[in-house]
């Protein structure tokens, strides 16, 4: 269901999207102008004039070398974005053009708090990107000096990502520490989360699987995207936390939205699931069609790649996949189930069935045609999070009789 005060049918959408979008793209050229300037400039360490996002990470490391009987040390990726400070301009236009899109009523008193929530759900799209540049982390790490580590240079997208290697080897599984760039205050800060190379582990989408989104519908993205608070899909926040209780798993969340929505996301985690490593795509749009096909197009192959990247840190660890039926979640689970078989322990498929047009994406034959060569005890299709609480236990059960002396 809508919020009650936004029409989910409007005849003109095409036309309003369209004079968005060209709103959006005389923006963004000038935004272009302004970037190709900046990228003429020699590079220099990031200072207070920037804004910085760092990300929240997993830390892992290797099993004990058969050499030295040593584990490796612990690597961390983090991914970095760098914001030029002051760089808002007066979003009022497109405020008003995403209010028009979703058919903003404005009844009982509202319109104002939306169209508030609005402009801070699109202010990260206008920040302006710096490229280039270089920061000082500082690391600490417990029983050791605090590491500082040298950032970037980030791309043209004001993007970095680097695997640090702490050259530590001996640390708590589980510990959390608190990192922060020098110099920088906004959001300079990330929670880096240490995990060893046994256990369980989570890769759970996002998007119709966690967070009310609706996927198979454009006006639906923006509606729930900039002018709703979000909400989570009824029963998952208890399924995960069964899940976090039973397999104390290291957690995953892989989402096809861009990254200007990691502040959104992250809060929206944080307030209703168990935190973990919230992975975006690293890259923008340019107009609102943009945006919509970052949620649509080619998911399948950006999730495969990114669930491959992390089988690579965390080659032995039990996973579990979790995501829905709107895109290719299933397609893209079985694929990594037909590379890696013995590391995918289970899939579990919401059936979305409160939004339209869902028919042949829940029917039968395309679970069938999906999942083929995968086994019937691996891959599960549910429509309340309650139907898998006995899947979950036979997968825990199977598990510790597969790892019993």
Not at 80 to 99: H, Q
Request: proline share 7%; glycine share 4%; with cysteine.
């Amino acid at each position: 269901m809508g919020s009650p005060f936004i029409r989910t049918k409007d005849p003109v959408l095409p036309q309003k999207l369209g004079r968005f979008t060209q709103s959006w793209k005389r923006y963004s050229s000038m935004i272009r102008v302004v970037s190709s300037t900046l990228l003429r400039q020699p590079p220099q360490v990031a200072d207070v004039q920037h804004t910085v996002w760092l990300l929240d990470n997993t830390a892992y490391r290797y099993p004990a070398s058969h050499v030295s009987g040593e584990p490796h040390s612990w690597r961390v990726e983090v991914v970095a974005c760098v914001f030029r400070k002051n760089s808002r301009r007066d979003i009022s236009k497109f405020v008003a053009a995403i209010a028009d899109l979703i058919g903003l009523d404005g009844e009982l008193g509202t319109e104002k708090e939306i169209r508030h929530r609005i402009a801070r759900r699109l202010q990260p799209f206008l920040y302006q990107v710096v490229a280039d540049h270089s920061m000082m982390l500082e690391f600490p790490l417990p029983n050791h000096p605090t590491q500082i580590h040298e950032i970037g240079p980030t791309r043209e997208n004001g993007i970095v990502s680097q695997v640090l290697n702490t050259g530590v080897r001996h640390i708590e599984d589980g510990l959390r520490i608190w990192s922060r760039v020098r110099g920088v205050r906004d959001r300079a800060t990330m929670e880096t989360t240490f995990a060893g190379p046994e256990g369980w582990l989570v890769v759970s989408d996002v998007d119709d699987t966690i967070k009310y989104t609706q996927t198979s519908n454009a006006t639906g993205i923006i509606r729930t995207t900039f002018a709703e608070e979000p909400r989570p899909i009824p029963g998952m926040p208890q399924l995960y936390s069964r899940i976090e209780r039973r397999f104390e798993p290291t957690w995953f969340y892989l989402s096809a939205s861009p990254y200007n929505l990691y502040p959104f996301l992250r809060g929206f985690l944080r307030d209703h699931f168990t935190p973990g490593t919230l992975i975006l795509r690293d890259s923008s749009w340019l107009d609102m069609s943009e945006l919509v096909k970052s949620f649509t197009v080619n998911t399948m192959e950006y999730k495969v790649d990114r669930i491959r990247k992390i089988r690579k840190w965390f080659p032995h660890r039990r996973a579990l996949c979790i995501g829905d039926s709107t895109q290719t979640d299933p397609e893209a689970y079985a694929e990594i189930y037909r590379r890696h078989p013995e590391w995918i322990h289970a899939i579990l498929i919401r059936k979305v069935t409160d939004v339209p047009q869902m028919e042949e994406k829940n029917s039968s034959k395309r679970f069938a045609e999906a999942f083929k060569d995968v086994p019937k005890n691996i891959w599960h299709v549910f429509e309340h999070p309650r139907e898998v609480y006995n899947v979950l236990d036979e997968i825990r059960a199977r598990d510790n009789a597969s790892f019993s002396p």
